[in-house]
Nanobody, 126 residues
């Protein structure tokens, strides 16, 4: 069974940091493009970041560029999202998703992702 499991969410004060993990089973993450998405109450789902398969080009939403870093550990079949300088507007449920598609700068947030995790809650509040 193909599964993605997110972990690492929690409550953090503004300016703090969290590292989210996306662990895959049933397939090899190395052969997939992996996206991070988030959805806040009353808001549409938003693409946060993506790391492409093979060449591994990286994409970020403008709202997180310079603060978040996506990375991959193929040996552990895990993708990470390091989140620094967190803001209250980063509060959301964060999901990871996988697609076998090769993605580009204009497509990464909108291509079909067949596989999704259950999400992990990130709350940024003082």
């Amino acid at each position: 069974q193909v599964q993605l499991v997110e972990s690492g969410g929690g409550l953090v004060q503004p300016g703090g940091s969290l590292r989210l993990s996306c662990a895959a089973s049933g397939f090899t993450l190395e052969s997939y493009s992996i996206g991070w998405f988030r959805q806040a109450p009353g808001k549409e789902r938003e693409g946060v970041s993506c790391i492409g398969r093979s060449y591994g080009r990286i994409y970020y939403a403008d709202s997180v560029k310079g603060r978040f870093t996506i990375s991959r550990d193929n040996a552990k079949n895990t993708v990470y999202l390091q989140m620094n300088s967190l803001k209250p507007e980063d509060t959301a449920v964060y999901y990871c998703a996988a697609t076998s598609n090769y993605v580009g700068s204009y497509s990464w947030a909108h291509v079909t992702y067949p596989y999704w995790g259950q999400g992990t809650q990130v709350t940024v509040s003082s």
